[in-house]
């Protein structure tokens, strides 16, 4: 049984996470096979692209089960970037489609933002707790607050539920969530495997809850 599944789904930038999971594991696979996603202990859910394109991705691959059964099993689940966004119920890119619905909320276009601000947001950007909160006990534990990331997106997260907004950030005078998460599932808007020593980090605090 592999100990972290990278989830193959046809989307890009599978394997520059890879190469960073495999800093604090070598038990790391590549597969789009139904039976060794099941099996694995974990799930990565990597991606850029469209939010459709995804959910076709994992369905005429016959992978929308499978992750759905890991989070019933409480198996940990890391959604980056578009992964990030397809764990909630609905996104809205090039039209309106469903999810995989792991958390509540849905996927939104930026607004018209402030300070000359243009879409999509790409570069690095800073994350903070929300309000009152601390990061003891999640996958962001000793990531300082206000370290930067780097983001490409035109599209956000917007969980129903604030309980559910681990880090926000700001950008053009929104506000929004950049990490969601309910105990093992997961989800960073950035690409942590390329924001440096702090994005590494989540991956490594991922990898330990995995085991």
């Known amino acids: 049984m592999a100990h972290i599944c990278i989830v193959d789904y046809g989307i890009g930038n599978i394997f520059s996470a890879m190469k960073a999971l495999r800093r604090f594991t070598q038990d790391v696979i590549l597969s789009e096979d139904p039976k060794e996603i099941g099996d694995a202990a974990a799930l990565v859910l990597p991606g850029q692209g469209a939010f459709e394109a995804g959910m076709e991705g994992l369905r005429v691959r016959g992978l929308l089960d499978e992750v759905k059964a890991a989070a019933s099993k409480g198996k940990p689940i890391l959604g980056i970037c578009l992964g990030a966004q397809l764990l909630l119920e609905k996104g809205y890119e090039f039209g309106e489609w469903k ?19 243009k879409t999509p947001h790409m570069g690095w950007n800073s994350i903070i707790p929300p309000a ?80």
């Not at 999810?99 to 601000?117: D, I, K, N, S, Y």
């Not at 950030?169 to 997961?186: D, Q």
């Open 99 to 117: 999810g995989l619905g792991l958390l509540p909320g849905e996927v939104v276009h930026f607004p018209v933002l402030e300070q000359g601000a």
């Open 132 to 211: 009152g909160h601390t990061w003891e006990g999640t996958v962001l534990k000793e990531v300082v607050p206000g370290a930067d990331m780097y983001f490409i997106h035109s599209y956000f997260l917007k969980p129903n539920d604030p309980a559910h907004i681990l880090a926000e950030t700001t950008y053009g005078g929104l506000t929004f969530a950049s990490v969601i998460g309910k105990g093992p599932i997961i989800g960073c808007q950035f690409h942590p495997e390329k924001s440096g020593e702090a994005g590494l980090r989540i991956l490594k605090n991922f990898v330990a809850l995995a085991r």
